[in-house]
Structures are given as structure tokens and as C-alpha cells.
């Protein structure tokens, strides 16, 4: 703050002061007698910090809820803690300027929440959706449109056409500062990359003159390089955005890094609660106070106090042979008592994490990774946590053994065990990527019979990382009609069905498929008998068939009964999609980084090395 | 309202209007493409005539979801319409007398919405919670603590001890006119009747002289006698209610009906949508507004013209043998073009329930039951439907053959079918009765071998009845702990563990058992191991036992594989708990009936004949 009082702030009438936090994941782990309110404490720690901060509104980058469809005793422990601290008689000091129908959906009046004359709102919460809690299911509704629909939350940047994207922001005023507040709820990550570079993305920006608003996008995508596709690379975002806060990173790094290319500021703030017992989550915890005067920022990162300790370590095993002598004798007893060593020095170091705050569990999250090589190394880990039984609030599982592979051996059986090795070690993040690489390692040896890989692939993205429990019947509805389609246009005879279906399979422009895909619903009649002709499929135990180029692999494994007719060539015709033209229609012209803690960004360098289309079109307010 | 005049209805001041419905099964059929929407479709008409009719409140008597959790689309939309429906400028001119905390559960500010100075309140709901959508699940919630938490619904006689029942009215005044609203949420008919005989029910009276208020119970059992303890019988109520609104049976009887016994009315609303193609959902569906000045109320039935139009249909095939010749011939066909100039009959009645309305679906519901006791008669029910594809909404079971069955044959096998037969023969309107009373039957043959069948009862009712999922889980571990708990008393030697365990099973109080499992939920941490070793209870392969007297049948069935000790006796001890002694401690004087239309309670004799006892207390305020 003291570093805004020479740059002309007079009074508190023209700083905007916005509680910034991400990740929630309320009601992760809720039924876990230890656990289970920890996502709820941390979060009403925010509201508490966000009331006693006096912030004009909260900004929250996704993931609010762990699960798409969350149980009603979340989304209810949700409701009481908004209404408890965000409603009330304090006035709301930000005046919105921008055409609300077009940043906000499936809210009842179409406006902010503090504008409904029917609700008395003091603290207004702006939310896009995660991965986490994005709109699946029936009716594809995220639990944000049933708080948005409450007057709970201001829910914006959801994305119901994924063929575009138009994101207008959302313009507010408060005495001499305005935001243009841009929202993008999380999209699977491929998907994004690929609306980016084969359409034009389109951010409408403020009609006047962009240099008097101070950009702010949100986002909820992968920010480390999982792999190709796999994350939204920063330089995809525009230049002109002065600040991005990055959502779905669970690890704190909340003090904004300058982004090099793009010239903007990116902070992380992470997630409120561990869902995984990785590194990452173990760093401490922070929410922040983002105040804007003008085009300069400052954030102030605030450390969590009601968060619980969570200390991890990771030893590779193969580097302490000689210290614990290893090589001789027992050596899974020896690897037993030193692990239990370090387990007790790690306790240690969670009692240096006790903040003191009365709500705050003492009990630590406790995570020892021991990486090994050598089978003899490894002991009983659920026994090894009774040690700990009344110590950690993780017994089940304080010590994770992790296998270090060298290399692997050759074998062929039906699930190509191989191929499926060679995809895991890559560094694989997500189970639909194992997939995708396992079918890519075995397509030609062994191609499923109907279903492309790529929407079994997705089936098991909507099952797994959204928690969509409709995600197969959907999926498989939806591909199983465009095959029908299929056969109805071609009329194949009765017995060449099989070779159509396949055909069929090769034909078909996959991703042209998934993308229309997103525009359906389950509101269609049930056709079961043609679902479950699908079936066959989703085991994998596909038919053999002849192959474009060799199998590496001769013999043929156990159990694998050929049952499809594997007379379809499987060659596939190279991709021959045009990519679109590249330019950039967005430029700036230079100015130079500010001091460190105010960053003055109107002064940064911009330099336009995109190679994306924007269209930077006039608000149509 | 012509009534009303001649009674000092000077103004409407002194008038309370109240919007009665109840059992809107909101999310019914929601995937149906033709059907979905039909349960909201009625809901928002009901709301709406709440606007026009300009009432003082709307009261529901439960079933306002048709799923104890709900889709989020069906939260959604109800969270919609309510928002837009009933909130609002206009004032709201009931004042609350009461102390409101004993009447609402779970709402922030422990009140009635419309006192709530964060919220802008014209029409408050009031409603208590069905056997679809009581609290159960994780938590204990109802969909309706959402809503009531959010403000959008003041939920009242909600219940979560049930060893003991204290009704707290709400009591509202307006004008010259007072209201004692009384709330009875669903209580598992058996259990809600137990709680009446085995203790005290205290129903708190309004302080002042009860003279000079309404009296307003509304109720969520079954009414219609569905064999012992299987409803909740009308006399149990106390004398001097004046009316009482009946939720929970679909059809319609909105009519008032005196209970000669008690002297009070009953209207039963009906459902606003059908949730079954049963003969009671065929009657013309209507909501009432109830208007109440001092103690004479006169309650409007409203038809509701959004519903869809469903002709049901009863034939006994046997009594068309000698019209439509079946004994010779091809009887399947001729059943079949009967049936079918049968359902175009019906057709046509179905174009007399049109109403005009726009938003009234015209694709009618049809169900034509055929009894039959001759296998020839029956024919192709699915491809019988396909005749009528374009022209009702329930194609897949517009005809439904019930087999008359007139006499059993004997026979032996593992599940005694003719115990299963003689259960279900008798009237059986419930799975969970079916399961009570094929145990009966067989429980000295055939028992099980840890578990008590009013245990697996229980289960089946909190599945079925209440799409508990939970349910399985939270009803095995609690029976679970109790028998390791048993086990621990008694430490019995390694071998005598199955003895002791069927011992537990004979002697354990299992009413009183399942009395304390509505306290027990499913916070404990899970114990995988001695569920599974239940899990052979469940299906319903049990040991066979000696019995203490002998059983029916001489041969055992196909299949079954003693796998328990079946030494312990089998004998069980007689009831022995004291009945309560009952009295009455609520009595009123002598009046008589009022004039058709428009009722005078206050001058009905009131009999007080309750064999029941009631403590009727001062309100606290």
C-alpha cells in the first residue's frame, strides 16, 4: 500500500480491491471422517478474509466444487457460507458498465447479482467454472448455474458453442479505475489449443481507447507443459491483457511472473485444499488481495491459516544403498526404519506449520514418496502407517512406493502391455493421454472394430476428470447415431455391415465428430439395442486385422478371441486439413517494466510474436 | 367467496390466502423427451395462479422433488421458477407470531424468508418434505434445505429425532384472522405409527385460548389403508385441528371430507403430475386456494389446465370371453383388435381433457390394464404400442396385462415362492412390505443368518421408496458396528463366532435398533472387512437353522448351499414391551356442522376417542 500512495491514490474511492482465490474443491474428500471439512473451513476463511479485507468483490478462478454433480450436503455448505458472508448491507462501489446479457448466462435478470433489486448483496463473487465443475450431465449445468441462478454467484466466461470463442469482458468502473474483466471457464485442454489455432478466437475490448482499462483475464487450464495439446501454452493469450490469474494449478505461485513473450503478468494462486498428496501441494497456501489503480497492480499474497500441514518428501532409494547398506541382509527392514525416521522428522516440521488459528486441524498430511528399483527394498506401507495412527490424518497411505523403470522387457498378449509401458513412462498426467498414446502404439496391430480411439479417449476424460457419470451413455449414443447415419447413407448389404462400420470408423473426421459433440445432449430417445452393438468395443479385446504396415510383434497372446472380420484396410488418409492463415491483429507499442511490488504494466514492452488470429472488435455496449 | 360476505367479510384484510398443492415430483421422467418437462410445466402454472389469485403464501405438502437428490437440471429449474414466481415488491401481509427458530431448520437466519432483510420476498412458500425428498444421503439433507437455505422456501416439520415428536406451529396472523400451521413431514408410515403408540406425541397449542385460531395440519403419509402399519389412520390426529391438508396420495380429493371420528376436514390435493399410469393419476389433477377468516375457511378447487391428459382403463378379459369369443379361434388376435378399438375410445376421450391452454402438452398418457387369467389371451404389448408411435406420449406400455391369481401350487425351492406368492397376493403396495412379510413366512425355515429382515427391510425402503443410495451402506455398517459390538460383550471362542452371531440376530431389540439408526450417519470411517463378511445375508441364500417348529415343507431346492452352523435355536422370544398407557388429554366441547361451501368447524362436535396421548403444551411464544 505504500507504494500507492505515490502513485496518486488520494483515497480509497478509485482502488479496486479484489480477494483473489482459486480451487476450492469444495467438498473433496467429505466423507472422510478427518478430512472431510477441510475444503469448507479454508473456504469460509476466504469469505472471513474477504469481509475483514473490506474488498469491493472476489474473483475466483474455478474448480469451486470437486465434483461436477457435488452432494447436496456441499453445495448446501456452499449456499449458507455465501449467504452468511456475502450478503448484507455494505454497498457495492463497482459500477458495471458492460452489456451484462452477453458476460453473464443463466442468471434470472441476465445482471450481477447486486444489481437484482430483489437481493442484498455487499461482497459480489465472479466465478468461471473448472474442470472440476463445469457443465455435464443432464442439461449440462454446472452447480455455478445453480448458484448463478440464486443471485449466489456471478458466473461468466462459460462456453456453451466450443467452434468459437467470443469473450467479452465483463467493464467495471470504480472512481478512476476500470476492469475489463475477461473470463475463460476451463475447456479440455487439446480442444482449446485447437479452437485457438483453426479459428479465430474473438476478444471484444473496450470501445474506448484500451489504454484507460486494465485487462484482467482468468483462466482455469494447465499452465505446465503436460505435453502437446496438453496445457494452453501463455503466449496463446493476447498482449494486451495486463494480468492473468491462472486457476487449475493446485501449486502456489500467487507473486505474478512476468510472462516474457506476451509482456503480461501471470499469478497462480493455487488451490485452498490438498486433493493429492503431491509436491505440489504442499507449498503453502495463499489467497491474495489484487488491488488496480488505474493500469498498475499490486497483489498481496495473504497465507491461509485454517489450511491443514501437509509435508512431503521423496528419497530414491538406489542413492542411500551404500548409506543404509542395503546390498546385504535385510533390506526391507532397513528401508522400514529408515522411512519411519523421516516420517517422524517430517512430523517435526508439520508442527512448524501450526499457524495458531483456532480452526486450523493440527493433525498433518504426511507424504513419503520412495522411489525404488529393487523389489527388496519395498515393505508393507499399510502397516507402516498404523506407526502413525493417531499422528496423521493420511494413515492409509503415508508412505507411496514408486517404481523407477529402466527399461522394459518384450511380450505380446492382447492389451499390448508394451505399448501400454511405453505410453505410461512418458511423463503421462491424465489417463485419456495414456490412452490415446496406447492406441497410437497399437492401431495398426490392433484397432478397435467401430469407435474411434479418440472418442473412447474422450469418454474417459468426462468420466474421470469431470466426474461425468453420463459421459459413456452420451458419448456412445452420440457415436453409435452417427454410425447409423453412416449406414443409412451407404446401405451397405446385410453381410458387408461389419466392413461399413469399419470403414466408417476410418472415414469419419473424428474431431469434426467431438466437436459436435459438445452441442449434444441426452435428450434424445434411448436406442439400446445399437449401444450395446458398440460393446464389444469398449473392452479391449479388438479384432485382429490386416495391418497398413507390419506388426512388430508376431505371436498373438492369451485369450484373444478375433471376432470381427479385419478386412478393412486400416490405412489412414494423411491429414490434409488447410491450417489457417496466421496474423496479428493486435499490436502495442513499447514502454518499460515498473519496480518491483507495484507493477506498472501500461509501461511494459509489447511485442506481437503471435502466431494466433485475434479479432479485436469494438464492445458492443 | 359468496359465502364469505354474510360471515363480516368487510375487506380482504382479514382473509388469508393460501395457494394448497402438494406432490409436484419436480424432475419426474426428466430424460423422457416427451414427458421432461411435464412436472415443471404444472409447477410453473401452479406458481403462476399463486401470482394471479394474488394469495398471502403458497403451502405444499411435500413431494416437491420426485428424487432425494435430485438432478442438478431439476434443482435448477425449480430454483428458476421460484425466483421469478415469488420474489418480488409486493408485501407480504402475513405476520409471524411465533418463535421461529423451532419452526425452520437450517436456514441462516433461522426465520421466515420474507423476513429476511437480504431478501425481497412476495409470495413465501411454505412446505414440508415428502417421502420422495426427506433428508437421507450424505448429511442428511433434503433438496428442500437448499432451497431454504438459499431463502427460496421456508421448510418447516422437519424431523430429526424420531423417537419423539414435538409440533410447533408456526402461527401467523392476519388482520382479524389467526393461523396455527402445524407440520408433519414424511416418517415412514410403521415408524411414524410407532412413535404415536410407543410415546408421547406433544403437539404444541398456541398460548392464547384455542378458539381463537385456525387450526392448519398438513401431512405426507399414505391415507388410504394399506394394511397395518402401512398408513398413517386419520384418527391418530388430534380432535382439534380443523383441517388438514393430505399430501403424499396422487389423487385427486381436494373436496373436503369430514373424519366422522375426529370431526376435522381432509382435503387431499392429489399430485400435479402423474408419476405412475395408475387409475388415481387419471383424475382430473387440481390445486386449491384455501381461503381462512377466524376459524371458517372455504377452499377453491382449481383445475389445472397444463396437465397432460391420461385415460386409464380396466378390463377383466374373463368377463369378454363369451362377447368376443375367445375360447375358439385365435383369442390373441381377437384380445388384440379389442384392445386396440379400445385405446382409439380412449383417444377420443382424451381429446375431451383438452383445456385450450398453450402450454398443455396434447399427446395423451393412456394405460388400458387387461386382466387376464388365460395366457392365450395375452399378445405383443411393445409392437401393440408401436400402432399408436405418433399418438400418446407412453408408447412402450400403453397396455398392460395383470395376471388374476386364483390359486397357488407348492412347491420347495431356496426362496420360498410361495411364501413370495402368498405375500404378494395379499395387497402388497410396497417392496419393503413384500420383503416383511415373505420373512414371516419363512423366517423358521429359512432365516438369515446375521441380519434381521426388518434390517434388509429398512434397506429396501431407503432405497426404493426414497432413492437412498446410500442406503445399503449406511443400514449394513450400523447393523455391522452393532454386532462387532455384540461380539466384543460377549467374546466368544474363534468357533463359537457364528453362534454367537445368530444369537446376536434372535435376541438384538431390532425396532430399537433401527430407532437409532436416524441418528447414525455415515461419518465413520468405512470397515470393508466385516460388511463383506454380511454381505452373504444379502442375497437370499441363508442357512438352513433347526426350527422351533417344524417347518411346512419336507425337500430343499436347487442350489442351496448351507454355508451357516445352524445351531442356535431358532425360538424367539415373545414381545414383552408394556404397551403405554393411553389417554387423552385434549378434549373440546360440543358444536355442529356448518353449511355446505363454507365451513364452520368451530360449531362441530369434536369426540375426543383418540386412544392416544397427547401433551398439549404451551407455546413457548
Known amino acids: 500500500m505504500a507504494d500507492m500512495t505515490d502513485t496518486g491514490e488520494k483515497d480509497a474511492d478509485n482502488i479496486m480491491r479484489i480477494m483473489v482465490a482459486t480451487d476450492n474443491h469444495l467438498g473433496y474428500a467429505e466423507k472422510d471422517a478427518i478430512r472431510g471439512e477441510d475444503s469448507f473451513r479454508a473456504f469460509e476463511e476466504i469469505l472471513e478474509l474477504a469481509v475483514?479485507?473490506?474488498?469491493?468483490?472476489?474473483l475466483l478462478g474455478g474448480d469451486l466444487f470437486h465434483d461436477s454433480e457435488p452432494r447436496q450436503s456441499a453445495t448446501h455448505k456452499c449456499i449458507e457460507l455465501l449467504r452468511r458472508y456475502t450478503f448484507g448491507d455494505k454497498p457495492v462501489s463497482l459500477e458495471?458498465?458492460?452489456?451484462?446479457?452477453?458476460?453473464?448466462?443463466?442468471?434470472?435478470?441476465?445482471?450481477?447479482?447486486?444489481e437484482d433489486p430483489n437481493l442484498n448483496?455487499?461482497?459480489?463473487?465472479?466465478?468461471?467454472?473448472?474442470?472440476?465443475?463445469?457443465p455435464s450431465g443432464f442439461g449440462r449445468l454446472s452447480t455455478l448455474d445453480l448458484l448463478s441462478t440464486m443471485g449466489l454467484v456471478n458466473y461468466f466466461g462459460r462456453?456453451?458453442?466450443?467452434?468459437?470463442?467470443?469473450?467479452?469482458?465483463?467493464?467495471?468502473?470504480?472512481?478512476?479505475?476500470?476492469l475489463a474483466l475477461y473470463g475463460l471457464s476451463h475447456i479440455h485442454d487439446a480442444r482449446l489449443v485447437r479452437i485457438f489455432k483453426d479459428f479465430q478466437v474473438t476478444i471484444n475490448c473496450p470501445k474506448e481507447s484500451e489504454e484507460d482499462w486494465f485487462h484482467l483475464m482468468v483462466v482455469h487450464q494447465n499452465r505446465a507443459d503436460r505435453g502437446p495439446k496438453n496445457y494452453l501454452p501463455e503466449e496463446l493469450l493476447p498482449a494486451f491483457l495486463h494480468l492473468v490469474i491462472w486457476g487449475h494449478e493446485h501449486d502456489c505461485r500467487i507473486e505474478p511472473e512476468v510472462n516474457a513473450v506476451r509482456d503480461f503478468y501471470v499469478s497462480q494462486p493455487g488451490s485452498s485444499v490438498a486433493t493429492s498428496l503431491a509436491k505440489g501441494e504442499s507449498i503453502k497456501k495463499h489467497v491474495g488481495i489484487l488491488e488496480i489503480y488505474k493500469t498498475k497492480f499490486n497483489l498481496k499474497p495473504i497465507p491461509l491459516q485454517t489450511v491443514r500441514p501437509f509435508v512431503f518428501d521423496s528419497i530414491d532409494l538406489d542413492e542411500y544403498v551404500d548409506e543404509l547398506d542395503l546390498a546385504s541382509g535385510d533390506a526391507s527392514t532397513k528401508v522400514h526404519d529408515f522411512a519411519q525416521k523421516r516420517v517422524e522428522a517430517m512430523l517435526e516440521e508439520a508442527k512448524t506449520m501450526l499457524t495458531g488459528h483456532l480452526k486450523q486441524p493440527t493433525l498433518p498430511l504426511i507424504r513419503l514418496r520412495l522411489r525404488y528399483t529393487d523389489e527388496q527394498h519395498m515393505f508393507n506401507t499399510i502397516r507402516f502407517g498404523q506407526l502413525f495412527d493417531t499422528r496423521v490424518a493420511n494413515v492409509a497411505d503415508v508412505?507411496?512406493?514408486?517404481?523407477l523403470i529402466k527399461r522394459m522387457k518384450t511380450g505380446k498378449i492382447n492389451v499390448d502391455k508394451d505399448a501400454m509401458q511405453r505410453a505410461m513412462v512418458d511423463n503421462v498426467a491424465r489417463v485419456e493421454e495414456l490412452l490415446d498414446r496406447y492406441f497410437d502404439e497399437v492401431k495398426d496391430k490392433n484397432p478397435l472394430k467401430l469407435m474411434h480411439a479418440k472418442a473412447l479417449s474422450e469418454v474417459t476424460y468426462r468420466m474421470v476428470e469431470r466426474s461425468d457419470l453420463d459421459a459413456a451413455e452420451s458419448v456412445l449414443r452420440f457415436y453409435n447415431e452417427k454410425a447409423v447415419e453412416h449406414l443409412m447413407d451407404t446401405l451397405p448389404a446385410l453381410e458387408n455391415i461389419d466392413d461399413e462400420l469399419n470403414n466408417f470408423r476410418l472415414r469419419n473426421k473424428v474431431d469434426d465428430l467431438l466437436k459436435s459433440l459438445d452441442a449434444y445432449t441426452l435428450k434424445t430417445e434411448p436406442n439400446v439395442s445399437v449401444v450395446s452393438a458398440i460393446a464389444t468395443d469398449v473392452n479391449l479385446s479388438a479384432a485382429p486385422a490386416t495391418a497398413s504396415r507390419p506388426a512388430r510383434g508376431a505371436g498373438r497372446g492369451r485369450g484373444s478371441r478375433g471376432r470381427g472380420k479385419g478386412s478393412a484396410a486400416a490405412a489412414?488418409?494423411?491429414?490434409?486439413?488447410?491450417?489457417?492463415?496466421?496474423?496479428?491483429?493486435?499490436?502495442?507499442?513499447?514502454s518499460s517494466a515498473g519496480p518491483q511490488?507495484?507493477?506498472?504494466?501500461?509501461?511494459?514492452?509489447?511485442?506481437?510474436?503471435?502466431?494466433?488470429?485475434y479479432t479485436v472488435s469494438d464492445d458492443s455496449d
Open 159 to 178: 462456453w456453451t458453442d466450443l467452434t468459437k470463442l467470443e469473450i467479452s469482458p465483463i467493464l467495471l468502473r470504480k472512481g478512476e479505475t476500470q
Open 597 to 613: 511490488g507495484l507493477l506498472d504494466v501500461s509501461k511494459i514492452g509489447r511485442r506481437s510474436r503471435a502466431p494466433i488470429t
Open 96 to 114: 458495471i458498465l458492460s452489456d451484462q446479457s452477453a458476460c453473464f448466462h443463466n442468471t434470472v435478470n441476465q445482471s450481477v447479482n447486486y
Open 399 to 403: 508412505v507411496k512406493f514408486e517404481k
Open 572 to 590: 489412414r488418409a494423411p491429414s490434409t486439413r488447410a491450417k489457417p492463415q496466421l496474423d496479428v491483429s493486435v499490436a502495442k507499442t513499447g
Open 121 to 134: 448483496i455487499a461482497i459480489p463473487v465472479f466465478s468461471i467454472h473448472g474442470n472440476h465443475d463445469d
Open 52 to 58: 475483514s479485507e473490506d474488498v469491493d468483490m472476489i
